[in-house]
C-alpha cells in the first residue's frame, strides 16, 4: 500500500524495524526535548503530514519497549487518523511511571498499524438474536 507524506521533520519516514513487524515506528520532531513528569502528558509533534486512504485508518499505538521500561503509552490507545485528516501527526504520550521521563528529538515514540475499516449503516430494530452471554456486561464470563 502507498501512502502520500510529507515529511517536515528532520527524520527518517517511520519504517519497520524487522521484517514481519506490523507497526512502523514514529519519531519525535522536537526543537528541544519533553519532559514528562508522573501521570503528565504532552502531545508530540512528529513533522509527519499523512493521505491515508478512503476506508482505512491509521492506528497510534504505544511502542512495548517504552511502556515496559519507562511507564510511557498512549491516552488514547489506539488513537486513530482518519483519512479526511490533514493535519500533522501527534502522539498523545503519558507518563504513568513515579519518575520523569524526557522524550528526546528523533526518538521512536509509537507506533502506526494501518488497518482497513467498514462503514456502518444502522438498521433500526426492536429486537436483537439471542446468545449465551445475552446482557451479560462487564465481567459476566467469569475470572478463569
Known amino acids: 500500500m502507498?501512502?502520500?507524506?510529507?515529511?517536515?521533520?528532520?527524520?527518517p519516514l517511520?519504517?519497520?524495524q524487522t521484517a514481519h513487524a506490523a507497526g512502523l515506528d514514529v519519531r519525535a520532531n522536537l526543537a528541544e526535548p519533553v519532559t514528562l513528569g508522573p501521570l503528565q502528558r504532552a502531545l508530540i509533534p512528529t513533522?509527519?503530514?499523512l493521505e491515508i486512504p478512503v476506508g482505512y485508518e491509521m492506528?497510534?499505538?504505544p511502542r512495548s519497549g517504552l511502556a515496559y521500561k519507562h511507564g510511557i503509552g498512549l491516552v488514547n490507545s489506539p488513537g486513530t487518523i482518519d483519512a479526511d485528516y490533514r493535519g500533522e501527526l501527534k502522539v498523545l504520550?503519558?507518563?504513568?511511571?513515579d519518575q520523569e521521563f524526557v522524550v528526546q528529538d528523533g526518538e521512536r515514540i509509537a507506533q502506526l498499524i494501518v488497518a482497513r475499516h467498514e462503514i456502518v449503516a444502522w438498521q433500526p430494530a426492536e429486537t436483537l438474536s439471542d446468545t449465551g452471554r445475552g446482557t451479560g456486561g462487564y465481567g459476566s464470563t467469569g475470572s478463569v
Open 59 to 61: 492506528q497510534v499505538r
Open 14 to 16: 517511520p519504517e519497520y
Open 2 to 11: 502507498q501512502i502520500p507524506v510529507i515529511n517536515r521533520s528532520r527524520h
Open 47 to 49: 513533522g509527519l503530514f
Open 93 to 97: 504520550l503519558v507518563n504513568l511511571s
